[in-house]
T-cell receptor, first 115, second 114 residues
Framework: AQKVTQAQTEISVVEKEDVTLDCVYETRDTTYYLFWYKQPPSGELVFLIRRNSFDEQNEISGRYSWNFQKSTSSFNFTITASQVVDSAVYFCALSERRTGFKTIFGAGTRLFVKA | DAEITQSPRHKITETGRQVTLACHQTWNHNNMFWYRQDLGHGLRLIHYSYGVHDTNKGEVSDGYSVSRSNTEDLPLTLESAASSQTSVYFC?????????????FGPGTRLTVT
């Protein structure tokens, strides 16, 4: 079954700390995509990154980095030197080819960054 | 600039009434989706469409319906609103069918059923 688990419900850090948000997924498909979205307090959902199952290269974008490991079915997201503006709910999501690429979202991790 | 809009942004209705939430996108995307967001559940898929006249049920489709008569719009109808349908509803769109692309989300509609 297609499933995404974000075990951390809430994380609280102090500004400038590094923080990692965990995402574990389950799939029986060989072709799938993983996503991270950010939902700031204003409520809109913003796309951050997409990875396909054939590309395990880690990615860095500024203070954000993503670690994709098929061996552990994980797609973790790290924010380096966190800032107050990073406070948001972060969702990990999975879509599989065999379901027509329907997207399943994890429950989300709420990140509080305190000044 | 292309965008995806939802209306109304807030709605209060009574149990048993029919309610329609509008979603309009100008991305010219084939794919459109409706989700509901509830605390502890993330976003759950209600219905989705891969093109005009195509509609499909998601994981929580009971009590909801959609129709797709053009590329730009996917209205969501609650046939007979129930208190369990109090939620925040998000519409989204994406391009492509052979590859999974990121979704662009509307601002959400907060629905309260009393």
């Amino acid at each position: 079954a297609q499933k995404v688990t974000q075990a951390q419900t809430e994380i609280s850090v102090v500004e400038k700390e590094d923080v990692t948000l965990d995402c574990v997924y389950e799939t029986r498909d060989t072709t799938y995509y993983l996503f991270w979205y950010k939902q700031p307090p204003s409520g809109e959902l913003v796309f951050l990154i997409r990875r396909n199952s054939f590309d395990e290269q880690n990615e860095i974008s500024g203070r954000y980095s993503w670690n994709f490991q098929k061996s552990t079915s994980s797609f973790n997201f790290t924010i380096t030197a966190s800032q107050v503006v990073d406070s948001a709910v972060y969702f990990c999501a999975l879509s599989e080819r065999r379901t027509g690429f329907k997207t399943i979202f994890g429950a989300g991790t709420r990140l509080f960054v305190k000044a | 600039d292309a965008e995806i809009t939802q209306s109304p942004r807030h709605k209060i209705t009574e149990t048993g009434r029919q309610v329609t939430l509008a979603c309009h996108q100008t991305w010219n995307h084939n794919n459109m989706f409706w989700y509901r967001q509830d605390l502890g559940h993330g976003l759950r898929l209600i219905h989705y469409s891969y093109g005009v006249h195509d509609t499909n049920k998601g994981e929580v489709s009971d009590g909801y319906s959609v129709s797709r008569s053009n590329t730009e719009d996917l209205p969501l109808t609650l046939e007979s609103a129930a208190s369990s349908q109090t939620s925040v509803y998000f519409c989204a769109s994406s391009e492509g069918t052979l590859v999974s692309y990121e979704q662009y989300f509307g601002p959400g509609t907060r629905l309260t059923v009393t």
